[in-house]
């Protein structure tokens, strides 16, 4: 601890006397630093403590109860890992086919989700939306978790020998996906329209939903 002794005048003209007394920790840190300073941390600290945060914004999309994080704390680190998880997957339909070497897939799957979380944004911004532009894309972005998944599990049935039973199969589990997302997004952007304008915004949303979940079910071996 360290005191330092002040004088002043008060308002009858006399001097006034004191100790201030300034608690000093053990490295002797200057008043106004900052307690914690990303620019000094470990890149490996770094990494973990940003795939912690994807990771549990990951677990608010399954279970969308919590509304604040992915708005508060948005990035796009999820979102971008989800579209190129999935722009790798289905480039790998066309593997076979000699004509076409998955690049149109590829580059499809990006123009869906960026473009389409952009123009889905617009529309929601346009409507009176209260809500920063990053942070309907973070959001719109995480909530193809549950199509992701839909499309893992397909790709695990495209494995077996495809049949008409099969084929249904791959078609409920993509519309769970969607259902889902579609339902996770609005939890999280709902509050955001006016109440006379949410159907407006649910529209877009289950629209762009619904084009990729499609690309998930007419994804195929052949």
């Keep these: 601890m360290d005191s330092t002794k002040l004088e002043m005048f008060d308002d009858v003209g006399g001097y006034v006397e004191g100790e201030m007394t300034v608690p000093q920790n053990q490295n002797t840190a200057k ?9 000094d941390e470990p890149i490996r600290d770094t990494i973990i403590r940003d795939l912690k945060a994807v990771g549990i914004k990951f677990a608010h999309v399954l279970f969308p109860k919590e509304k604040k994080t992915l708005l ?4 796009l680190w999820g979102p971008l890992l989800l579209c190129t998880f999935m722009a790798m997957v289905l480039q790998g339909s066309s ?18 989700v960026w473009i389409g979380a ?10 009176g939306g209260n809500i920063s532009f990053f942070q309907s894309v973070c959001v ?35 519309m ?15 509050d955001s329209q006016k109440p006379g304008r949410k159907l407006l915004a649910v529209y877009p949303i289950g629209l ?15």
């Excluded at 008043?31 to 620019?39: A, Q, R, S, V, W």
């Excluded at 004509?99 to 580059?107: I, Q």
């Excluded at 952009?118 to 409507?127: C, G």
């Excluded at 979940?213 to 007419?218: E, G, K, N, P, T």
């Design 140 to 174: 719109l972005g995480y909530c193809l978790l549950p199509t992701t998944i839909s499309l893992i599990i397909c790709r695990v049935i495209l494995l077996a020998k495809q049949t008409y039973p099969l084929f249904f199969l791959r078609f409920a589990i993509s």
């Design 176 to 190: 769970v996906g969607f259902l889902w997302a579609t339902y996770a997004s609005m939890i999280f952007l709902g």
């Design 95 to 112: 593997a076979a086919d000699d004509s076409n070497d998955g690049g149109p897939e590829f580059a499809q799957v990006f123009v869906i």
């Design 118 to 127: 952009m123009i889905v944004t617009l529309n929601s911004k346009l409507l």
């Design 208 to 222: 762009f939903y619904f084009i990729i979940s499609w690309l998930v079910i007419s994804h195929t071996n052949t």
């Design 72 to 75: 508060k704390e948005w990035d």
């Design 31 to 39: 008043i106004g630093d900052p307690e914690f300073n990303t620019l």
